[in-house]
């Protein structure tokens, strides 16, 4: 009967641990390659923080007394950039699924926090 809350934890976190695999590749690229060309902003300053921010973001995230911080600093990183590929006419619907991914992965982690009262 131990198996059961393991599998219970393992299926709670796998989204949350699932969300790394598109926010870290993406803050490192903007870390490590400030520079970018291409972007709407290309200041590399904006990049190293946009990449600071996220790291952060996903930090707060993993840890449950901060989680909806993390949410609301992933959330406003993700809501300009959907915008910004809208503005462009690029596809944007995988990014709405990711932010939604994002929501998502907090309300399994912590329900009571999206209850009302």
């Not at 989204?15 to 598109?22: C, D, E, I, T, Y």
């Not at 990049?47 to 007394?65: E, S, V």
């Not at 995988?94 to 399994?108: E, N, P, R």
């Amino acid at each position: 009967m131990k198996a059961k809350p393991i599998l219970i934890s393992i299926l709670i976190y796998l989204p949350s641990v699932l969300l790394a695999v598109f926010y870290v590749p993406t803050a490192l690229d903007k870390l490590l390659d400030p520079n970018q060309t291409g972007k709407i902003v290309q200041s590399s300053a904006v990049m190293l923080t946009a990449g600071i921010f996220i790291l952060t973001g996903l930090a707060l995230f993993y840890y449950q007394k901060t989680m909806l911080w993390g949410v609301t600093m992933l959330s406003l990183y993700m809501l300009p950039v959907i915008g910004i590929h809208l503005y462009k006419g690029k596809p944007a619907e995988v990014l709405m699924l990711i932010l939604m991914s994002t929501l998502f992965a907090a309300y399994i982690r912590k329900p009571e926090v999206f209850a009302s009262n």
